[in-house]
């Protein structure tokens, strides 16, 4: 009785050009994969917040996207989710590498993305690693080639495209910056353009942040394919 993987994929991406955010009350009202629904469910995360509403549809679709929503807004699952559901409508595998590159300016909060994946993303067989130093790079580097999902801080990341052999993002898909205001504040922007020069062309971009800067505009002219501006405005 069970269906083949492509029907399934199929029927979810034909759904994804009807996405309209103001029709969302619940997750259930995306079309979202099974075990997304499920690491959702068990996490009591049930209605998506206005970036997650707004956003995710043009993530699903394939577009480029530059959310701004001020902090504690929901950004990370707006990013994780559609990972999740790219990687598993291209059937993602170990065998296929990095898929997904996510950079955030500090250690910590590529801790808090990490277990944020680790809970939503629990019913998916991606593998996921962080990249952020502290730990010896020769501990994160037998890793790198087999990680799906990688976690990063910019210099970190840098180190390992100019040290590491085993290390390339050929297939990846997907390139997120989550915070990027915070990436170019904190002067990684020199880092930042010599890693999307090690990244190929053909991917989805998505950047978050909490403000819509100039400079955000900036880098994204240096990565993104006619982006989808989606700004969440704080409600009087
Ligand atoms: P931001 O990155 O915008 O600062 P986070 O992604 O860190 O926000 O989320 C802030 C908090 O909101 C976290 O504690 C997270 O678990 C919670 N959260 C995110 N999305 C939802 C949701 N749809 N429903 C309930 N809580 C959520
Ligand atoms: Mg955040």
Redesign the pocket.
């Known amino acids: 009785k069970s269906e083949k993987p492509e029907v399934i994929i199929e029927r979810l991406q034909s759904q994804y050009q009807k996405i309209d955010p103001k029709k969302i009350t619940h ?1 259930d009202d995306i079309p979202l994969s099974l075990p997304t629904r499920k690491g ?1 469910k068990e ?7 206005e ?2 509403r707004e956003s995710i549809g043009f993530s699903l679709q394939g577009l480029d996207v530059l959310g701004a ?10 990013f994780l989710i559609p990972i999740l559901e790219i990687l598993y409508c291209k059937q993602w595998t170990r065998l296929d590498g990095t898929g997904a590159l996510i950079v955030t300016p500090t250690r910590e ?1 590529a801790y ?2 990490f277990e ?1 994946l680790r809970k939503v993303g629990v019913h998916h067989e991606f593998s996921a690693g962080l990249i952020i130093g502290g730990k010896d790079l020769k501990f994160e580097r037998q890793r790198m080639d087999q990680v799906n999902i990688i976690i990063c801080t910019p210099g970190r990341l840098l180190q390992h495209m100019d040290e590491n052999p085993l290390f390339d993002c050929v297939n990846l898909q997907v390139l997120v910056l ?2 990027a205001d915070r990436i170019l504040d904190l002067g990684f922007q020199q880092a930042m353009n010599s890693i999307v020069k090690n990244l190929p062309q053909e991917r989805q971009t998505l950047l ?1 942040s ?1 403000t819509q800067t100039k400079s955000v505009r900036d880098l994204a002219r240096l990565s993104l394919k006619d982006p989808m501006y989606v700004s969440v405005h704080e409600h009087a």
């Open positions: 997750f959702l996490n009591k995360f049930t209605e998506p917040t970036i997650q929503a001020k902090t504690g807004s929901g950004k990370t699952l707006a909060l808090q993305i944020m989550d915070e978050f909490a």
